[in-house]
């Protein structure tokens, strides 16, 4: 089992940015992948980013460009900071990581953008 516990969000104007903690504890050492998804009002969840144990990073086209994705090791923590906040960005933000056992999902934190 691994929990996963967001933090960061809020208010944040346009063009602005966004700086998101994910902090993971349980079972970390049989995490391969993590990422960000996120789900706007009326829309499907989508991914953001995704980082996975070899190296390799996807990234949504909306994001690319605007998006910083990295991770602390020893604290078991990743992190996400997207700049040039838009209006579109406003969603609800999910950690995410997967094991040979399972996926997982933190609890999800607002982002909010106005316009």
């Known amino acids: 089992q691994v929990q996963l516990a967001e933090s960061g969000g809020g208010l944040v104007q346009a063009g602005g940015s966004l700086r998101l903690s994910c902090a993971a504890s349980g079972r970390t050492v049989s995490i391969n992948t993590m990422g960000w998804y996120r789900q706007a009002p009326g829309k499907q969840r989508e991914l953001v980013a995704l980082?996975?144990?070899?190296?390799?990073?996807n990234y949504a086209d909306s994001v690319k460009g605007r998006i910083t994705f990295s991770g602390d090791n020893d604290k078991n923590t990743m992190y996400l900071q997207m700049n040039g906040q838009k209006p579109e960005d406003t969603a609800a933000y999910y950690c995410?990581?997967?094991?040979?056992?399972?996926?997982?999902w933190g609890q999800g934190t607002q982002d909010a953008v106005p316009t």
């Open positions: 995410y990581c997967g094991t040979r056992g399972g996926t997982y």
């Open positions: 980082f996975n144990s070899v190296g390799s990073t």
